[in-house]
DNA sequence: TCGAACCTTGACGTTAACGTCAACGTCAGG
DNA sequence: CCTGACGTTGACGTTAACGTCAAGGTTCGA
């Protein structure tokens, strides 16, 4: 099974593009340990691992977890093949955890949306009772 | 109808503990214009609206809400009894722009979260395999 | 009366997550 | 050959959201 098919590849400039992100924020990911890219002489390569474990980051950003936290999970996906039993256990145990916060997080936001929308609800009814 | 039936107050420190923040924390929101306690002879005194402020202030804050933004949205609390229509529309347009952009945080915590469960599964997996 | 436990304002320190700038290498086009 | 567009590292700047003093005022029980 070849396992070197051609895959595309991404300059920083061209993958900070596609995520709309800047190169300085690659770089600084890089620097945290989130991604690793390969090198051309220097240069840095950017795969579809790379990219992808990218897009989990930033969606993880964007609901307020901070970038070590996005760093534990992302090194979790890589930790779920381990053979040891002990890591495995240790490893579950966190993801529990984790799962436990997003669901937190999950009501925490649902709760808002649902006083968001009442409020734009009321703004209706008053609407229309002023062009009544 | 008398509004000024005694209602229960707090001072920063009873406050702060039972939200599980610092005295700091409620200043710094009352400097940002988020909140605006009563005063007793310079002391500040918190009644149970700013305490209901200050808890959805603090649920947003947990799902990745700037101070910024939450000012916004507990402003817009207060400005949806305004009877200028004019402001009612914007006032409307904007809730709906918070809507959907909370709408989008659900979808990508949604996503994380059935990822990590899924992460979970495998682990479980593994571990009942090597338990045999 | 005195210290402990509160409160006040003001100012400076800290951390995360980048932005920005300098100084340099490399490579294709004119 | 030279400019412009890309890349590199290193270092310092910035913003948000507080933390951490310092210096002082009040109040309350021993």
Same mark, same amino acid.
Do not use: H
């Given at each position: 099974?070849?396992?070197?098919?051609?895959? !595309?590849?991404?300059? %920083?400039?061209?993958?900070?593009?596609?995520?709309?992100v800047t190169?300085?924020t690659l770089?600084?990911?890089?620097?945290?340990? &989130? $991604?690793?890219?390969?090198?051309?002489?220097?240069?840095? %390569?950017?795969?579809? !691992?790379?990219?992808?474990? =990218?897009?989990?980051?930033?969606?993880?950003?964007?609901?307020? =977890? /901070? %970038?070590?936290?996005?760093?534990? $999970?992302?090194? =979790?996906?890589?930790?779920?093949?381990?053979?040891? @039993?002990?890591?495995?256990?240790?490893? &579950?145990?966190? @993801?529990?955890? $984790?799962?436990? #916060? @997003? !669901?937190?997080?999950?009501?925490?936001? *649902? *709760?808002?949306?649902?006083? %968001? /929308?009442?409020?734009?609800?009321?703004?209706? #009814?008053?609407?229309?009772?002023?062009?009544?």
């Amino acid at each position: 099974m070849e396992t070197r098919a051609k895959e !595309r590849t991404w300059t %920083v400039g061209e993958l900070a593009d596609e995520l709309g992100v800047t190169t300085r924020t690659l770089r600084f990911y890089e620097a945290e340990g &989130l $991604i690793t890219p390969q090198r051309a002489g220097g240069n840095r %390569v950017y795969g579809p !691992r790379d990219r992808a474990r =990218m897009r989990l980051i930033l969606r993880g950003r964007r609901f307020g =977890m /901070t %970038v070590a936290e996005c760093r534990e $999970i992302v090194d =979790m996906y890589d930790g779920a093949e381990s053979s040891e @039993l002990r890591q495995l256990t240790t490893l &579950l145990a966190r @993801l529990d955890e $984790i799962a436990d #916060g @997003l !669901r937190r997080r999950q009501a925490d936001i *649902r *709760r808002t949306l649902s006083e %968001v /929308t009442d409020v734009a609800e009321q703004c209706r #009814g008053r609407l229309a009772e002023l062009r009544g």
